[in-house]
């Protein structure tokens, strides 16, 4: 099974402040050790949303609108795409992201990392027909995805 952990952002990482050497150093340790795992796929922090944009569709047309954007609870700061045989094991590895611990810290004290299940081609059923699927796993070895 595929996840994704999404780390919720707050004032801090919505005011682009930079995580602190020895932050990125802890979470370099734990991306290597996820990775030699075979856990982690992909993994990325997020530049603030006063950086970014949002397209809105509605009625057949669309608006974009310019970040930053005021409720900070909605919104994400990193995030991992990880392979686990169950949501237990995302959640395990997931406990142990520095800085929720103590000592290294850089999210203000506290912080949520939201863990969601990524649809497979199995999840859709007969809907998703074998040509579905074959131009599905078409797709992923095109850019590189498991």
């Known amino acids: 099974m595929r996840c994704i952990a999404m780390i919720k952002a707050n004032k801090d990482s919505e005011s682009g402040k930079l995580p602190s050497q020895d932050l990125l150093e802890a979470m370099g340790k734990f991306n290597e050790e996820m990775a030699k ?3 982690m796929l992909s993994g990325d922090g997020l530049k603030p949303s006063s950086k970014g944009a949002r397209v809105k569709f ?3 047309k669309h608006t974009v609108i310019d970040g ?11 995030f991992w795409i990880l392979k686990v045989k169950s949501l237990q094991e995302a959640i395990d590895w997931i406990s142990r992201v ?3 611990h ?12 939201e863990i969601r299940p990524l649809f497979d081609a199995e999840d859709f059923g007969e809907e998703f027909t074998p040509e579905m699927r074959a131009q599905e796993e078409k797709l992923r070895k095109q850019i ?3």
């Open 37 to 39: 795992a075979g856990v």
């Open 58 to 60: 509605s009625g057949g």
């Open 68 to 78: 930053p954007f005021t409720e900070t609870k909605e919104l994400i700061a990193g």
């Open 98 to 100: 520095p800085g929720g």
């Open 102 to 113: 103590g000592g290294v810290d850089h999210f203000g004290g506290e912080f949520t990392i």
């Open 144 to 146: 590189g995805q498991p």
